[in-house]
């Protein structure tokens, strides 16, 4: 058994988490800071920061006590080191580094994206076969080998990407946002319809009351073969379409709750319609049976359902994340850490934190 101490603090979440073998989650703690930045209507880095300093050491304490596991028993630290706020990253970054030399434990650093693309296979550990350790192919049989090669959708608030994820630590962008992420859309639309932050799971409770084919919302495609996304045309539909044509304010006040509800629900139809097509789209072009979806946004049960209704009626295998798993978390981080650390791919002391992913 290969143990992870994951470390997740790119942006507003404070994580720490247990994780063996990659998908078998021991402990998973996360300090939410919403509270802390609800009141500006979006995350403040400075803040964010500060806010990570003070909680990281309880946090990662708590991640240990929880597992009950011990120094001993870490085999290696994994962390966060892109992308995300660079202030927010270096918290993290630091406290990995400072336990790594102080524990003499190897140091994992894990793309924030791909672990989302990686998070839907956490939880397969059920499945996992009972190959002895000292197997040089024990990789091969990990419980997520079945999963792959697979498309992977990741939706965040800082990205709208599609992946073909080959293995764990093989991944490839198909298509990416060209301006807004799905999430950010999300956050962006609640505050034009007054709505609190984080915007995402507030959208999705009115969503619930409204009808979703009230308003005809642009579908942006880009292109009949582009895998690429663009949700800003979107945002400033709903904008005039609350406002007015060419206004920015004063509409919010007209509406009923009926007609909110309303937009809501036919705004999250428009981006989920727009995520399903673009996913069959590469699964077209791919010729891959397999669909995953990742990232804070896969949070959302209309999506869920409308990409797994796609892929039955096509016979594709459909995996989303477990819920625990969406939104930012160490468990995921921890659990692809360990794939990169069978592949021997550790850093030094000397990692730094970047603002931009590998791949995206
Ligand atoms: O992955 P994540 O925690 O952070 C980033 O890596 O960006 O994603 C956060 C995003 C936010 O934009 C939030 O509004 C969105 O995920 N989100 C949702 C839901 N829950 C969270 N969007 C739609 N429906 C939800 N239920
Ligand atoms: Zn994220």
């Known amino acids: 058994m290969t143990t992870i101490l994951g470390i997740e603090t790119s942006c507003d979440e404070t994580a720490a988490a247990v994780v063996d073998d990659g998908c078998r989650v021991r402990s998973n703690f996360i300090a939410s800071q919403v509270d802390l930045h609800a009141k500006y209507g979006g995350v403040v880095p400075e803040i964010a920061s500060r806010a990570h300093i003070e909680r990281l050491d309880a946090i990662i304490a708590e991640a240990m006590d929880r597992a009950a596991c011990s120094v001993d028993g870490v085999d290696a630290i994994a962390v966060t080191n892109r992308p995300g706020l660079v202030g927010a990253l270096l918290i993290g970054v630091t406290a990995a580094k400072t336990l790594s030399w102080a524990w003499d434990k190897p140091l994992v650093a894990v793309d924030h994206i791909q672990a989302h693309a990686y998070s839907p296979a956490i939880g397969l550990a059920d499945q996992i076969q009972n190959e002895p350790q000292t197997s040089v192919r024990a990789d091969k049989h990990h419980a997520s080998d079945s999963l792959w090669p697979a498309i992977a959708l990741v939706v965040s608030g800082g990205h709208t990407s599609l992946f073909m994820v080959k293995s764990p630590i093989e991944i490839e962008v198909l298509g990416a946002t060209t301006d807004d992420a799905a999430g950010e859309a999300f956050d962006k639309v609640a505050t034009i319809l007054g709505l609190p932050y984080p915007g995402g799971p507030a959208i999705e409770r009115i969503a619930r009351q409204g009808n979703p084919r009230a308003v005809d919302f642009p579908r942006t495609m880009l292109g009949a073969r582009s895998l ?37 629900a036919s705004f999250q139809a428009a981006v989920i319609d727009v995520l399903v097509r673009k996913t069959m789209l590469a699964v077209g072009q791919t010729g891959m049976n397999t669909v995953v979806l990742g990232g804070g946004v896969a949070a959302n049960g209309a999506l869920r359902s409308a990409l797994e209704e796609a892929c039955t009626e096509r016979k594709l295998r459909f995996r989303a994340v477990e819920r625990a798993y969406c939104t930012d978390n160490a468990a995921m981080i921890a659990a692809l850490g360990y794939h990169q650390l069978q592949a021997g791919d550790l850093v030094g002391l000397d990692l730094d934190a970047y603002p931009t992913g590998v791949l995206v």
Do not use: M, N, P, W
Not at 242 to 264: F, K
């Open 228 to 264: 690429d996304f663009s949700f800003s045309g979107i945002k400033t539909a709903v904008l005039y379409h609350v406002h007015g044509h060419g206004q920015t304010s004063g509409g919010l006040e007209r509406l009923s709750t009926t007609e909110l509800a309303d937009i809501a």
